[in-house]
């Protein structure tokens, strides 16, 4: 266990920094944009999530595994490499494209055109920061320094160049250029340390990997229609300040929901590994039981924080202007709790067995799903009817995918 538990210290210090610099600029940033510009941001982030998530195409989860299993190989290590930084930055050119049309159509979203372009460096950033090489060859503490020092770099900036609700576009552009830093220190540390070697990039090599990523892409975009598309819709029926009240106490969800993804990551190569032979499958099962114990306990501690603690952080840290946001950091206290388990389930089970194809089926009927009832219940209830729906569609998922391992007979933790 020597190897994982670094392993997970190492990507938790990765994580807490992708989610502690935003959290330095936070209370600053609401207080200087005021709730209105953080919500003119936030509305246009979440629009452009939606591009980061197509350019990721799930290959943060297939090429993970790839490099995993032929890690030992540096022409396989490097054709993966090499063939998914193309396809992803074909992605984010073509979700540059169809930006450029929804500004052109659209004049809600035509008004908001430079935010746009600042938020689009998230995109580019994405698609060029190869975080899936360093987790499937378990290279967590290069992939942590590189996080935290692309996160800190632009830390300065904020305070010297973010004065007031006119920097509106530079604010958006320094959150989204640390993918940009971080990309850069990668292929560095990558073509020093000989890591990957010239490779082919062909048209037979990325079909094929776009096709293994298929069902956990077509999972990933079903998944956003009950994650990244909660804030527009807040903004489409509450309103812009709703938005950034939204916004900010989400980041703050986020934060204490940040510590799942480095366990789950740190974990899914062994796991993954241990789980193709019958005579590791119960060592596979010890790591899944002590990884889970570890997942739940900590978002059960941060979620009593969040709920009981939730007038305090609001005033003192956002801000009196954004006091009404303690009501959305309240009621998304626990949704944590439940994201950690079904990531145990997805992760651990689902995707570590190859069953992706069964996991997108979930996604495919939970995201249009909560996409209708959420539109229903946010345009009705604003956010008691968004914030109710997260819970259902959570709470849904975890209980779908309890229920088909069961009926596989495989173990749930």
Known sequence: MAGPKKNILYLIAAQGFIYLAPLIV????????GAEGFGRIAYIQYIVNYFILITDYGFSTTATRLIAIDSHSKARVSSVFANTIAVKLMLACLTGVFSLVLIAAIPAIRQYSALMFACFLGVFGNALFPTWMFQGLERMRVLALITCA???IPLPLFFLYVKNSDDLVTAAALQNIPGIIAAVFSFYYAIDKKLIERAEISITSIWDMMKEGWAIFLANISTSFYTNINGILIGNFAGVEQASFFYATDKLRFAAQGFIQPIA????????VLSQEPKDRQQAKRLIQHGSLMLVGIELLCGLVMFFGADFITVHYLGAGFMPAAIYLKSLAFLPLVIAVATIFSQWRFQALGMSVSLSR?????????ALYATFLTYRYHGYGLISSLYMTEIGITLMMAFILKRKKIPLF
């Open 26 to 33: 936070l209370p600053y940033l609401t207080r200087t944009l």
């Open 150 to 152: 692309s996160r800190v």
């Open 265 to 272: 990551s740190a974990l899914f190569p062994r796991i993954t």
């Open 362 to 370: 979930i996604y495919l009927i939970a995201g249009p799903l909560h």
